[in-house]
C-alpha cells in the first residue's frame, strides 16, 4: 500500500497541562475519554495519545488501573493505535510514569528527550477561581518546577519498554532534543524510523515562529535523513497554524485538548474531534490525504494493534 501524500493525525485527547476550570470539555472521567477518543478516531485520528485523570478531580492519575478503565474500550471500539504517555505529569517520578506502558505494552509510548521548565503558572491569572483546590498549586508550583528526563530516566524507559516491541513518540521541546535522541541512536538504543514529535510554545521550549518549525525540521533532517517521520503540535492558539506549516512542508500534525483547548480566536473546542475535523480540512485543503490507522502503522513500523497487552 502507498503511503505517499499521507498524513498522519495523532490526537491527545486530555493529557496533564490543563485543569478542569479551563473548558467543560475536556475529558475527566473513563467514559469521557472513551468517548473522546473514539470521536477522534472516527474523525480521522490515527493514533491516539492517552492520559488517564481521577474521575473526580481531574487530577493526572498514571496508575495502570486508571488506564485500565479506558484502554480495552477504545481498542475495542477503533482500529486507532493506542499511544501511552510516559510523561504522565511533569510532578511525578520516571518510575510511576512508566508504569502504564509498561504493563499494557502499547503500539505507541511518548518519550520526553530532554529536561524543560515546564511553565504553566502564567495560566493562573487568567482564571478568578478554580473549581478543585488542587488546580491552583498544580500551576503556579510550575515556576519552580523542571521536568526531569535526565539521560539516565530516558534509558530507563527505553529499556523498560524494549522487549514490548512498543515504539517511541520522541517529544522534542527543544533542538537540542533531536540531540538527545541522535545520541540514543548513536549507542543504538532507539531504531529507526524514528517518530519525532516535535512540541512548540510551551514556557520553557522552543517558540513558536515558523523559523522555529523550519529549524526544527532542518536539523532533524540534517541529523536523521531519511531515519525519521516528522511530527509537530503547536500548544495553545498556535495548534492549526503550526500543523499548517508542517503538513505543507510534509509532517505529520498532533491535535487535541492536551495541548490546546481551542477551535477558532476564544472559542472553547467542544470535543477532541472538532480539532480532528478542522486539522483534517487543512491536509485535504493542501492535496494531502489522512492516514488510516494501518496507513500509519506502515508508516511508523507499529507492530500491530492485536500486539497489545490490553
Ligand atoms: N503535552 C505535551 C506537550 C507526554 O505525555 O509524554 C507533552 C506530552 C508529554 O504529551
Ligand atoms: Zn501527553
Redesign the pocket.
Known amino acids: 500500500m502507498s503511503t505517499e501524500g499521507k498524513v498522519i493525525i495523532t490526537c ?1 485527547v486530555t ?3 490543563h485543569t478542569p476550570t479551563m473548558s467543560p470539555h475536556l475529558p475527566i472521567t473513563p467514559d469521557e475519554i472513551t468517548e473522546a477518543a473514539i470521536g477522534a478516531a472516527e474523525a480521522g485520528a490515527a493514533i491516539l ?3 488517564a485523570r481521577d474521575p473526580e478531580t481531574g487530577k493526572p492519575d498514571q496508575t495502570p488501573e486508571a488506564f485500565a478503565r479506558f484502554l480495552p474500550r477504545i481498542k475495542q471500539g477503533t482500529n486507532a493505535a493506542i499511544n501511552i ?1 510516559t ?2 505529569s511533569p510532578y511525578m517520578k520516571v518510575e510511576e510514569r512508566v508504569r502504564p506502558a509498561a504493563e499494557f505494552k502499547p503500539e505507541v509510548a ?1 518519550l520526553n528527550m530532554g529536561s524543560i521548565n515546564f511553565g504553566l503558572y502564567h495560566l493562573v491569572q487568567k482564571y478568578e477561581s478554580f473549581k478543585f483546590d488542587w488546580e491552583r498549586p498544580h500551576l503556579e508550583a510550575t515556576k519552580d518546577l523542571v521536568f526531569r528526563n535526565s539521560f539516565k530516566d530516558i534509558e530507563y524507559i527505553l529499556q523498560t519498554c524494549y522487549d514490548n516491541g512498543t515504539r517511541f513518540e520522541f ?1 522534542c521541546y527543544d533542538i537540542a532534543h533531536l540531540y538527545n535522541l541522535a545520541h540514543f541512536a548513536d549507542r543504538g538504543l532507539v531504531k529507526a524510523p524514528f517518530f519525532v514529535q516535535s512540541v512548540f510554545g510551551l514556557l520553557g521550549g522552543i517558540g513558536t515562529h515558523p523559523e522555529d518549525v523550519q529549524h526544527m525540521k532542518r536539523t532533524a533532517d540534517r541529523l536523521f535523513g531519511s531515519d525519521f517521520r516528522w511530527s509537530v503540535l503547536g500548544a495553545g492558539a498556535s495548534q492549526l497554524r503550526i500543523a499548517a506549516q508542517a503538513a505543507a512542508l510534509g509532517g505529520n500534525v498532533r491535535v487535541g485538548l ?2 490546546s483547548l481551542w477551535a477558532g480566536k476564544g472559542r472553547l473546542a467542544t470535543s477532541n474531534a472538532e480539532q480532528v475535523t478542522m486539522v483534517r480540512k487543512i491536509i485535504e485543503g493542501l492535496g494531502l490525504a489522512v492516514a488510516t490507522p494501518d496507513e500509519a502503522r506502515q508508516i511508523l513500523s507499529l507492530k500491530g494493534g492485536d500486539q497489545v497487552g490490553f
Open positions: 491527545a493529557g496533564a497541562i495519545h492517552l492520559h504517555t510523561g504522565g511518548s517529544e492536551e495541548d
